[in-house]
């Protein structure tokens, strides 16, 4: 008999495709996982030391709702310096348990019942399973290699995109490595003020740009008032376990966000949010050396696969290549984790407009890289 009777709403979202294949992986011992998006670096130490400082001085509390004082103006400083994004910190930034957190109370602070919520395909996840709990509809935009995985205004106008109410952005993308500069994203926001779009931008890949700098669509004409950006510490900073982002926006939808997270969540984990404002303060260096490793190995992985004659266009951000591979792209990641014992993720994941193609991280270090390579050109072999 069961007796944890579960809800409707969650017989809509399905299993993680990603899970299952580190579930897989975890089968066999001599795997070389690619599958993950996550850094290899641990956090720089600098951010490390202030998290055990404040716990030997017992900052062990809950932080206001919204985050520390000094982080939220430590965040105001760094994204105005940084990415020309300028927000009060009293009413305009929210410190979040993550991107994932700020995103899923976005989402259910903004999105009404039936509402269409666009998204780029291919991208993140863990959008459409949030759109699906907040009772929203889902809209894939598909992109397009020959486009270089750029969002365009007649992609969103072939989808459908007049008639929604949100649009979900993800550039530098998860999983296809693309980047927008301004010149691109200009037409994605002429859509959406002629079809009054608000705008949820992830922008958690913003300094793993490895061409010109990161631009954000909040900062183009008439875009500041009709989007929330988020940004955290996960990936340029590899904290990916101290769980910590934020969330920048008009105090509006941000103050929406909070009446959900002071209830939810109360405040962001306190022990990380000293880690974050010493790794805004002091960590630029360790930033720049991760960038670096991160584009040594783009270009190494790039270079293999047009030796082994495998399709991939130029990413150009995040740590994710997406290479085209013949047949089934799902069949062909299995066959290389069994033949191979090499985990990559099925570009199908994704969306619809994944499919044929892998997501291969190189987050992993170079020495693992050379060898999955190899193993990968013995499978195609
Ligand atoms: N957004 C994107 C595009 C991601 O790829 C990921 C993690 O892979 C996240 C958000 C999750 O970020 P966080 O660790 O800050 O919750």
Known sequence: MVLVRTSERIGRVPPSGIRKFFELAEEREDVISLGVGEPDFSAPWAA???????????????????????????????????YDLRYD???????????????DVALRALVDPGDRVAMVDPSYVSYRPGVLLADGEPLPVRTRENEHFRLTYEALDRAGASEADLLILCYPNNPTGAVMHEEHLEPVAEFCREHDLRVLSDEIYADLTYSGEHTSIATLDGMRERTIVFNGFSKAYAMTGLRLGYALGPAEGIGAMNRIHQYSMLSAPTTAQHAALEALVSCDDDVEEMVSAFNRRRRFVLSRFSEMGLDCFEAQGAFYVFPEVPGDDEAFAEGLLEDQGVAVVPGSVFGEAGEGHLRVSYASGLPQLKEAMNRLEAFLA
């Open 48 to 82: 490390r030391d202030a998290a055990i400082a404040s716990l030997e001085r017992g900052r062990t509390s809950y932080t206001a709702n919204r985050g520390m004082y000094d982080l939220r103006e430590a965040i105001a400083d760094h994204c105005a310096e940084r």
């Open 89 to 103: 910190p009293d009413e305009e930034i929210l410190v979040t348990t993550g991107v994932s957190e700020g995103v």
